[in-house]
């Protein structure tokens, strides 16, 4: 359309977006009478445009943002169900054959000595895989986690003799402090006496991560559930326990990238 001197382009509907900005306000402060009011219009109506045009790369970046956001979520999600899902389906399973030795995990004792109900369990299993006939021997691994009279080994040995077992079939190892050190000095005792293979014996939930430990320190490992014998932990407790394991398993992968793990002594 022509305006006076100004010749301003129609094509989508009014100005176009080529015309320069800046010969534009020109033409819209200098332009007098009728002419000047119209291309001040149009200028008017070009920013407006320019605004909402903005506002909805604006809303379409945020709207991308959060669907990348919900997308990372459900992905995590769906990662952290499936490791646990893993977790517990092989802690389900007895692995348990004919080995050099039995090694019973400790876990918790209470002030004044008393063993906790996981550690009890466990060294009902040992018992019972000794008694069946699968190992001549038991390995009780667990330190002073705890300022208390007796050692997490200590405690589940004598559980363990308490159901008959004979006192010169257990071992102590009671210098670890965590699954790790578990696997490395039971690993240790083991080798002095020229065994190769393991029955591992904790709770189903602890298993996963247990064997990879013994795996890397050496060992034939072959995981034994304490449910076999206990029968099925509170699924809520066992739940958040495989949550705990997976930073567990998170930290020992960290660790063995690094170099820094302990399982090889």
Known sequence: MSIGWLRVSSR????????????????????????????????????????????????????????????????????????????????????????????????????????????????????????????????????????????????ACELIVNTGVPREAVILEDRSTSTEENAAYSALLMRERGWRSAIIVSDGYHLFRATLMFERAGIMAYPSPAQVTAGPMNPVERFMREIREMAGLALFGVRVLLGVDVTRL
């Open 12 to 155: 989508s509907e009014g100005l176009s977006r080529a015309q320069p900005v800046s010969a534009i306000k020109a033409a819209a402060t200098t332009a007098p009478g009728p002419p000047g009011k119209i291309c001040r219009k149009l200028l008017g109506d070009w920013s407006a445009g320019a605004g909402a045009n903005c506002g909805r790369v604006v809303a379409m970046r945020r709207s991308r943002g959060q669907r990348l956001g919900l997308t990372i979520l459900a992905a995590a999600v769906i990662g952290l169900a499936a490791s646990v899902a893993v977790i517990d389906a092989y802690g389900l399973v007895d692995r348990a054959r004919p080995a050099d030795v039995i090694v019973v995990l400790g876990s918790q004792v209470y002030p004044g000595g008393r063993p906790g109900q996981s550690l009890s369990r466990r060294a009902d299993r040992a018992a019972a895989l000794y008694r069946q006939g699968y190992a001549d021997h038991i390995i009780c691994a667990g330190g002073f986690t705890e300022p208390e009279p007796k050692s997490e080994a200590q405690a």
